[in-house]
Nanobody, 122 residues
């Protein structure tokens, strides 16, 4: 079993940056793929970014390409989402997810964090 804890959210002005962290318990995290999703009030959860177990292959939603970067540090049992040039429409609760396959944009990941709020003001 893997437990994920999302941290790093906060309030930032448009154009600002935040780095979200996903800290995992359990040695298996190094073998698992990782994804980030977000959910705004009244909206469905949507895919943001994903990477393979070693972080070498990545995928991004079109809305965040060129602004967000996903990474994974297996030695630290952690993953990250660097968010630059933030926009008000990026406001949402962000969740990290992990699983034994490369689920990419699918929500079939086995393990989920509790979410961290990101608020971008204009």
């Amino acid at each position: 079993q893997v437990q994920l804890v999302d941290t790093g959210g906060g309030m930032v002005q448009s154009g600002g940056s935040l780095r979200l962290s996903c800290t995992a318990s359990g040695r298996q995290f190094g073998l698992l793929s990782m994804g980030w999703f977000r959910q705004a009030p009244g909206e469905e959860r949507e895919f943001v970014a994903a990477c393979s177990w070693n972080g070498m292959t990545t995928q991004y939603a079109d809305s965040v390409k060129g602004r967000f970067t996903i990474s994974k540090d297996n030695e630290k049992n952690a993953g990250y989402l660097q968010m630059n040039s933030l926009k008000p429409e990026d406001t949402a609760v962000y969740y990290c997810a992990s699983g034994p396959k490369s689920y990419w944009y699918s929500t079939e990941y086995h393990f989920w964090g509790q979410g961290t709020q990101v608020t971008v003001s204009s």
